[in-house]
């Protein structure tokens, strides 16, 4: 099984500022990752697959790069609203599998 | 626009097995995709559990393999997850979702918190 594992666990930031998160997979996954959003008491939501692709409605304010074993989510001047907990995912054996990261919690600093 | 809405018992006793249905609406489950469930304990993170494609070829996470079924019913626009000798770590929100052919785009339902406790 592929373990992907990200850090920082939580990242403290303040409105305005840029949050970078980081994603690493046990073994390459090529550039067959994605990100998601969760906000409380909320279904995730995808932002980036394909490691650098928005999914549709998603701001240029997020973006994704990397691939092989690393990965990094770039909000580049976050909003109130972009405070929550984000998700890695890899999907290089799908349909035998996909796992995700832990997350990363965006707190307010 | 497809909409998923799952259904069950929010109640499992220990030892039962887990039953829940997803209901999909505004697209018809027999022209494609892949068709799962997704579950995240309270506080915890995101575990996959399986998925069925809609010819019925079905995946599931080799850590839960061997208690899990996933089945489709085209009829009714809906699919179902049965998972057998339950414990309190089954306890979770358990998610249906469609899931893109390459595996790169996950939609989810709303999610359902399912307890096991006696």
């Known amino acids: 099984e592929i373990v992907m594992t990200q850090s920082p666990a939580t990242l403290s930031v303040s409105p305005g500022e840029r949050a970078t998160l980081s994603c690493r997979a046990s073994?390459?996954?090529?550039?067959?990752l994605a990100w998601y959003q969760q906000k409380p008491g909320q279904a995730p939501r995808l932002l980036i697959y394909?490691?650098?692709t928005r999914a549709t409605g998603i701001p240029a304010r997020f973006s994704g790069s990397g691939s092989g074993t690393e990965f990094t989510l770039t909000i580049s001047s976050l909003q109130s609203e972009d405070f929550a907990v984000y998700y890695c995912?890899?999907?290089?054996?799908?349909?035998?599998?996909?796992?995700f990261g832990g997350g990363t919690k965006v707190e307010i600093k | 626009q497809v909409q998923l809405q799952e259904s069950g018992p929010g109640l499992v006793k220990p030892s039962e097995t887990l039953s829940l249905t997803c209901a999909v609406s505004?697209?018809?489950?027999?022209?494609?995709?892949?068709w799962g469930w997704i579950r995240q304990p309270p506080g915890k993170g995101l575990e996959w559990i399986g998925s069925?494609?809609?010819?019925?070829?079905?995946y599931y996470n080799p850590s839960l393999k061997s208690r899990v079924t996933i089945s489709v019913d085209t009829s009714k626009n809906q699919f179902s997850l049965k998972l057998s000798s339950v414990t309190a770590a089954d306890t979770a929100v358990y998610y249906c979702?469609?899931?893109?052919?390459?595996?790169?785009?996950?939609?989810w339902g709303q999610g359902t918190l399912v307890t096991v406790s006696s």
């Open positions: 505004g697209y018809s489950i027999s022209s494609g995709y892949y």
């Open positions: 069925i494609y809609h010819s019925g070829s079905t």
């Open positions: 979702a469609r899931v893109s052919k390459h595996g790169s785009g996950i939609y």
């Open positions: 995912q890899q999907y290089n054996n799908w349909p035998r599998g996909l796992t």
């Open positions: 394909g490691a650098s």
């Open positions: 073994q390459s996954v090529s550039s067959n």
